[in-house]
C-alpha cells in the first residue's frame, strides 16, 4: 500500500511554540503535499514539495523531504491558536491519478 | 479566488435510495477527484476522472459508485443503492496543475 502514515497521532503545545509532524511512505512519488483540516471541514492545500526538492518554505511552514527514507516533516513555528486542526500529507504517483492521504495527526495549540 | 463548490452540504437519506452529489470544478482544471472521509478516519480516494473517463478507482468504488460530469461544469458521485456505511463526507477537487483543490464536502448520512 502507498499510504501514508503521519505520527504523532496527537500533539498538544503551547501557542508559540514550534510543531513537528512527520509523514511515512511506502513507494516512489512525484510530490508530496500538507493539508490541514479544521474540525468538520474541507482539506486546505497548505504546501506541496516535488520528490527532487528537499526543502521548502511558505511563510512559517517548513516542509522537507527525505526520499531515501521516504518521509517527510512539517515544521510550524510560533504556532497560534488558530493553527489548531488535523495535518495531514498525500503523496501522488507519477501518473496523479491517485493520490494516498495520512491518517493525520491532530494538532492542538493551547493559548 | 476560484474555488471547488459542493452541493448539497448536507444529504440525509434512508438506506436503499439513491444519492446525487454534486461538485463545481475549478473551470480551467481538467482533473476531478472524488474523497470520502468516514468520521475519525483517513480521507479514502474513490476515484480520479479525466477527459470523460475514470482514470483511476479505489476498492471502494464498486458497482454502486458512477462519476459523471453531465455538462462543462458540473462533477456528480451517484451512489445507487446507500448503505449504512457509505455515511461519511464526500470531498470533490480538481486539479489543473500538480495542486488538488478540495470542495468543503457534503456530509451524507444513511438512515
Known amino acids: 500500500s502507498q499510504q501514508g502514515e503521519e505520527d504523532p497521532q496527537a500533539l498538544s503545545i503551547q501557542e508559540g511554540e514550534n510543531a513537528t509532524m512527520n509523514c511515512s511512505y511506502k513507494?516512489?512519488?512525484?510530490?508530496l503535499q500538507w493539508y490541514r483540516q479544521n474540525s468538520g471541514r474541507g482539506l486546505v492545500h497548505l504546501i506541496l514539495?516535488?520528490?527532487?526538492?528537499r526543502e521548502k518554505h511558505s511563510g512559517r511552514l517548513r516542509v522537507t523531504l527525505d526520499t531515501s527514507k521516504k518521509s517527510s516533516s512539517l515544521l510550524i513555528t510560533a504556532s497560534r491558536a488558530a493553527d489548531t486542526a488535523s495535518y495531514f500529507c498525500?503523496?501522488?504517483?507519477?501518473?496523479?491519478?491517485?493520490?494516498?492521504f495520512g491518517s493525520g495527526t491532530k494538532l492542538n495549540v493551547k493559548p | 479566488e476560484p474555488e471547488v463548490t459542493q452541493t448539497p452540504s448536507h444529504q440525509v437519506t434512508q438506506m436503499g435510495q439513491e444519492v446525487i452529489l454534486r461538485c463545481v470544478p475549478i473551470?480551467?482544471?481538467?482533473?476531478f477527484y472524488w474523497y470520502r472521509q468516514i468520521l475519525g478516519q483517513k480521507v479514502e480516494f474513490l476515484v480520479s476522472?479525466?477527459?470523460?473517463?475514470?482514470?483511476?478507482k479505489s476498492e471502494i468504488f464498486d458497482d454502486q459508485f458512477s462519476v459523471e460530469r453531465p455538462d462543462g461544469s458540473n462533477f456528480t458521485l451517484k451512489i445507487r443503492s446507500t448503505k449504512l456505511e457509505d455515511s461519511a463526507m464526500y470531498f470533490c477537487?480538481?486539479?489543473?496543475?500538480?495542486?488538488?483543490?478540495f470542495g468543503p464536502g457534503t456530509r451524507l448520512t444513511v438512515l
Open positions: 477537487a480538481s486539479r489543473g496543475g500538480n495542486e488538488q483543490f
Open positions: 498525500a503523496t501522488a504517483l507519477y501518473n496523479f491519478n491517485k493520490f494516498y
Open positions: 513507494t516512489s512519488i512525484n510530490n
Open positions: 476522472f479525466y477527459n470523460n473517463e475514470i482514470s483511476e
Open positions: 514539495i516535488r520528490s527532487n526538492e
Open positions: 473551470s480551467n482544471h481538467l482533473y
